[in-house]
T-cell receptor
Framework: NAGVTQTPKFRVLKTGQSMTLLCAQDMNHEYMYWYRQDPGMGLRLIHYSVGEGTTAKGEVPDGYNVSRLKKQNFLLGLESAAPSQTSVYFC?????????????FGPGTRLTVL | GNSVTQMEGPVTLSEEAFLTINCTYTATGYPSLFWYVQYPGEGLQLLLKATKADDKGSNKGFEATYRKETTSFHLEKGSVQVSDSAVYFCALGSYGNNRLAFGKGNQVVVIP
């Protein structure tokens, strides 16, 4: 049982390049989330999904797109990377319960945009 | 909307000292409250949680009590160890909404 995994662990991009971050979970969770973590800012929600085929905007969605084609996977895309997107990205998943459930986090992807 | 406020700045203390990290919240209804911990180079993991007023969450010697009257969920540990050095995040979620609002986190450094 691997929990939540993220690939890649590290990536360096040049301004304007594109990339996709992959998140996978093996807990059969309905909900999945993408956050970014920046010094002094805590965690900010980028996009989330409440089930296969659904996506929704979070707090800071601009410059990112997401897809949830399979229940276990949640992809985060950067179409044209900017230095402001240099950050550590975390994926998380949780069960679908009426009361807020524990979110399980992946190990993170450290992205640098030059 | 929902929000969480954590005390400003890192916390540095000696091994076996008493640790308190303050967390206050603003929310509608009856939220659930969480403390997450992030060890160096890792993702966040749940430390403890409480789902209703006066509940006490506890784990690994850490405790926090859900105080509705003061809208607080302060984290405490009686005797910290070097291995407790980490970043601690307070978080809140509302009934019917699985999105969590996180505080900005507190870096805790325990010196031998």
């Amino acid at each position: 049982n691997a929990g939540v995994t993220q690939t890649p662990k590290f990536r360096v991009l040049k301004t304007g390049q594109s990339m996709t971050l992959l998140c996978a979970q093996d807990m059969n969770h309905e909900y999945m989330y993408w956050y970014r973590q920046d010094p002094g800012m805590g965690l900010r929600l980028i996009h989330y999904s409440v089930g296969e085929g659904t996506t929704a905007k979070g707090e800071v969605p601009d410059g990112y797109n997401v897809s949830r084609l399979k229940k276990q996977n949640f992809l985060l895309g950067l179409e044209s990377a900017a230095p402001s997107q240099t950050s550590v990205y975390f994926c998380a998943s949780s069960g679908a319960t009426a009361r807020p459930d524990t979110q399980y986090f992946g190990p993170g992807t450290r992205l640098t945009v030059l | 909307g929902n929000s969480v406020t954590q005390m400003e700045g890192p916390v540095t203390l000696s091994e076996e000292a008493f640790l308190t990290i303050n967390c206050t919240y603003t929310a509608t209804g009856y939220p659930s409250l969480f403390w997450y911990v992030q060890y160096p180079g890792e993702g966040l993991q749940l430390l403890l949680k409480a789902t209703k007023a006066d509940d006490k969450g506890s784990n690994k010697g850490f405790e926090a009590t859900y105080r509705k009257e003061t809208t607080s969920f302060h984290l405490e540990k009686g005797s910290v160890q070097v291995s407790d050095s980490a970043v601690y995040f307070c978080a809140l979620g509302s009934y019917g909404n699985n999105r969590l609002a996180f505080g900005k986190g507190n870096q805790v450094v325990v010196i031998p």
